[in-house]
């Protein structure tokens, strides 16, 4: 049974050069004394933290600096781009009236990257 993800929850970004941390909404429902998370919450910044350099040629200050750099590739600091819900989300448990996260939960950033949790956040499994 996958494990509900909440604040604290680690997060990768194959475009990306460092893990950040899962930052939920607040809400009133909490899993291992955290916020839990639900599918909407892939706001940047706000949710989703930096992911310390984009070394994704799609995102335009690395592609601009790679071109400044005669085409060698050139990181530039790390801003996601998410536009559109988690996926899959829970399909048996609602958080605030939407899909609850989980470990195998992944967000697309348009500059080309996959976020998904390394560590869902959630200290034990919840038993039904």
Known sequence: MPMHSCTGGKMACPMGTSPSNFNATPKTVMTSNMAAGNIMDFVPGLN??????????????????????????????CMPMTVAPWAPGSPTVLVAG????????????????VIKFTAPGQTKEMIP
């Open 98 to 113: 939407s899909p609850a996260l989980n470990q195998t939960s992944s967000l697309v950033c348009i500059w080309g990257g």
């Open 48 to 77: 989703i933290p930096p992911f310390g350099m984009c070394k994704s040629p799609a995102n335009p200050a690395v592609a601009a600096a790679t071109a400044a750099a005669l085409g060698a590739l050139t990181p530039m600091p």
